[in-house]
């Protein structure tokens, strides 16, 4: 898979150009545009300067096929940098440009079908991903392209688990008879591994190790990242040493080819089958590398996305100048008539906006002041319950368990990485199971107890939470959580006791331990004062004993609706 997105950047500049020499326009030369000829010289060296270039030829020019050709050189680039859906955009305008029955234009369709083929994939619409293909194939007259084609549409039958039809489509590929090496390797290394997939019990050691052969010996980099890849995939629930092995053959390989998206996929396996004592190692680095890569393909969409902004201005601006222009002697006839009867009218209002502007200034900036300390603070609240309190009761329970369930533990720090990524977009963490809510306070409140701190609870039964509203059970469960954090760091109590009560229209709960207490100078930090505007979101209150010499009462009510 990732050999395809590689060779994309490299395969379809080839048919383009092949299709640039095969036109029959006479009308057209580089020279004869500098912006295209400029884009051309960046393509495949940088990226951001070719897409610049290209998308001032889609402003200036007034030929449909050289729009196409810019557009579709454009679709490859968002392409190559992560941009499925701007590239999708660039690729459909293009074909908007192209028309079917013009041979010239049969080349520039095949490469936008493929393209869009491609993008769908990706964002797993396998069916819009399997008629873009069969179009492209369609209208695809070289040999080796169909052939690619032919992969893309078998490796999307095999996305979406439809492996008969992936592996018809691969022997169909075996079968022809002038293969390069390069493509039969490829072909035999996805078909032995989908019939695998198909059937866990079909033996494909010997086809995946002949292809790599192949691919090793033909130095096809990009083919034995491929083929380690899916020997790692194979050995893994066999043998775990030869698939580890293959993992970091992958991982190694792909560092080689500069590739950080299969590097990702190596670590991910590593992560996986690797001894304990180095999967936090790998662990980390996936983390730095998969940031980086999200990073910069971020920068990517927001760069392409200002150029085509600037784009459509400069199409707003060459509509203002038009209409300036038609309507120019008017208004100076019209500012003439009117200079000296608004003369005085116009340094009034000059001086009543300069005041207003300053006060308006003033008030905005206050506002904006008050609203970065408003977004502060909740982001690091949000960083608190999500990462602080996540992590700390992870580490609780890796301490105080015999036996560590690693996919278990790294499923939760994953789930955690990705709420903690959500925090910059400010994605709301409110949604609440509403069912067995009781069996997930126990679950919480028990991952705190160890072999010196015993937990006990009463009345958290079912009924409790039946009249409770989802955003309460979320605010109050991030309430315990914190709760019981303060105790494992601060309290060292050795008997923690909660019991969960509803009298009337009201909830308590009374937590009580035998720890340390609360000294004289107790100060709410960040964690205890989310707590109480926590408490106060759902009209409740939290009152703390502080006259316990020693050991700690607190007491939590809230209306249950």
Known sequence: MSTLKKLLPII???????????????????????????????????????FYYYNKVVIHSKDSLKIARAYSYMAVIQNDAGDYFGSIESSLIALAFLDESRPEDRNFIVSNYNELGLNNLRLKNYIDALKYSDLAFKYSQDNEYRLMILNNKGWAFREKKDYPKAIEIYNEILAKGSLSKKEYARALTNSSFTKWLQNRKYKAANELLTALHIRETENDFWGQNSSYAHLADYYAEKRADSALFYARSMFAIAKKI??????????????????????KQYFETYQQLSDSVQLARNAAKNQFALIRYETEKHKADNLKLQQENTNKKYQIIKQRIALFSTLFLLIVGAIISILWYKKRKQRLELETQNHIKEHQLKTSKKIHDVVANGLYRVMTEIENQNHIDREGILDRLENMYEKSRDISYE???????????NEKITDLLRSFATESTKVIIAGNEGGLWESVNQQARYELEHILQELMVNMRKHSHATHVALKFEKVGNNTHIYYTDNGVGVKEDFRYKNGLKNTGNRIKSIDGEIIFDTEVEKGLKIQISFPIS
């Open 12 to 50: 379809v500049p080839i048919l383009l150009i092949f299709a640039c020499q095969k036109e029959k326009e006479t009308n057209y030369s580089p020279s004869e545009d500098a912006d295209y000829y400029q884009a051309n010289s960046f393509f495949n060296k940088n990226n951001d300067s070719a």
């Open 258 to 279: 500069n590739s950080p998206d299969d590097q990702i996929e190596a670590l991910q396996k590593l992560i996986k089958l690797s001894p304990a004592d180095s999967t």
């Open 427 to 437: 994605a709301e963490e409110t949604q609440v199971n509403m069912q067995n809510f």
